[in-house]
């Protein structure tokens, strides 16, 4: 008997894991946030504690950053930070390539977007669709898309002092 529940209990368990399909008559939602992945606690689990905002002027630039597209194996990312009108092209947007702990990062400008994402990432060669708004003619505003590719090459295991920056509309 208690073998049975157990079995009934575990079946019930793993239907319970399983994917099920939302109510048609709800409206499907973007992409998932964090905060719709996982579900916080209602309350806290301890009193909280009082934390300081920290001095270093070196991370006012870090909290600029609006976009951030890491890649590891290349030792390089492509970031963006919030500047420039936000409603036309507020992305100013870099690569990053890392010389080490030493010498940090060495940090290339590619543009500034109103949105973009990174389609191609190989040692050497990095491309960037982009979405640009620009003023057409009279006064309004046209989106543009395109690509931006970045060609560069290692000198002696460090990044180089420039990099080729090439532009498809």
């Known amino acids: 008997m208690t073998r049975g529940i157990l079995i009934l209990t575990a079946l019930l368990g793993v ?4 994917e099920h399909k939302a ?3 709800r409206p499907k939602a973007s992409a ?3 905060m719709t992945v996982t579900r916080a606690p209602t309350r806290a689990t301890a009193p909280g ?7 270093p002027d070196d991370l006012q630039e870090a ?3 609006s976009q951030f597209h890491a890649m590891p194996r290349l030792n390089a990312k492509v970031f963006s930070v919030s500047g420039g009108d936000p409603a036309v092209n507020g992305l100013v947007t870099y690569l990053g390539l890392f010389a080490g702990p030493a010498d940090g990062w060495r940090v290339y400008p590619l ?3 109103a949105a973009w994402k990174v389609v191609e990432a190989r040692q050497g060669r990095i491309v960037i669709e982009t979405r640009e ?4 003619a009279g006064d309004e505003i046209v989106r543009r898309t395109g690509h931006v590719h970045v060609d560069y090459g290692w000198s002696g295991g460090a990044p180089p002092n420039t990099v080729s920056v090439a532009r498809t509309d």
């Open 133 to 136: 708004e620009v003023a057409g």
């Open 63 to 65: 909290a600029s950053v």
């Open 49 to 55: 504690l009082p934390v300081s905002a920290v001095a």
């Open 32 to 34: 998932p946030t964090p």
């Open 23 to 25: 109510p048609a008559s």
């Open 15 to 18: 239907s319970a894991c399983s």
């Open 111 to 113: 543009g500034d977007f």
